[in-house]
């Protein structure tokens, strides 16, 4: 890392990072010895603690080839511009990407207080209110991927998307700014046809 950035190839005054988990499997059953002779007597269970060589590894599941797994989930932050891993930062494999990802950042900006992070790429995993408040409080652009889930599309609404990404009503007519929700990160539209529309156009 340090050769990196001696060498002008990973720029941490201007840091464009992307970050995303992947699983890491350990093994193919909880790894656990017991702490009895129970089995030596011949009693084949029993209540008693067993000892785990990897007590922060657990079961999680892998979405990509939809099986659980029993391992650590690896968050990983990468420099955008010369994708080169920066980051990297285990967690226990039933931990979503999203709070590896507040944990890893928080972790990152504490061992590399210096760095300036000016924007995160992510994906559709990330795409949650708590993300886009921290990235607003550190001064970080988000370019982050929309979460379909739950939410209808503008077809389904009845309008579409123009090129500029006005919202096009029925009638085929631009519609007119109205406003942000700050609360959801949203510019807000409303229809071109009513009176409080054109007042917004005088």
């Not at 941490?12 to 017991?34: A, C, F, Q, W, Y």
């Not at 011949?42 to 785990?52: E, I, S, V, Y």
């Not at 979460?147 to 579409?160: A, F, H, I, L, S």
């Amino acid at each position: 890392m340090a050769g990196s950035v001696h060498r002008q190839i990973i720029d941490i005054n201007n840091m464009l990072l992307s970050g995303d988990g992947t699983p890491v499997k350990v093994s193919n059953r909880e790894r656990s010895h017991s702490t009895c002779d129970c089995h030596k007597n011949g009693f084949a269970n029993c209540n008693h603690k067993r000892w785990f060589s990897q007590p922060d590894v657990n079961w999680g599941w892998d979405s990509s080839r939809n099986l659980f797994f029993y391992g650590y989930n690896l968050y990983l932050f990468t420099d955008a511009e010369s994708g080169l891993p920066v980051f990297p930062i285990l967690e226990h494999a039933s931990r979503h990407d999203l709070p590896a990802m507040l944990h890893g950042l928080a972790c990152l900006k504490t061992f590399f207080a210096d760095w300036n992070i000016s924007a995160l790429i992510l994906d559709a995993a990330h795409d949650a209110g708590a993300i886009y408040t921290m990235c607003k409080k550190h001064n970080i652009t988000p370019f982050i991927d929309l979460n379909p889930r739950g939410v209808q599309t503008p077809e389904d609404k009845g309008y579409t998307i123009g090129p500029d990404g006005v919202p096009i009503c029925p009638l085929g007519l631009p519609m007119r700014p109205n406003g942000t929700d700050k609360k959801r990160y949203r510019a807000k539209y409303i229809c071109p046809m009513t009176k409080y529309a054109e007042r917004l156009c005088m």
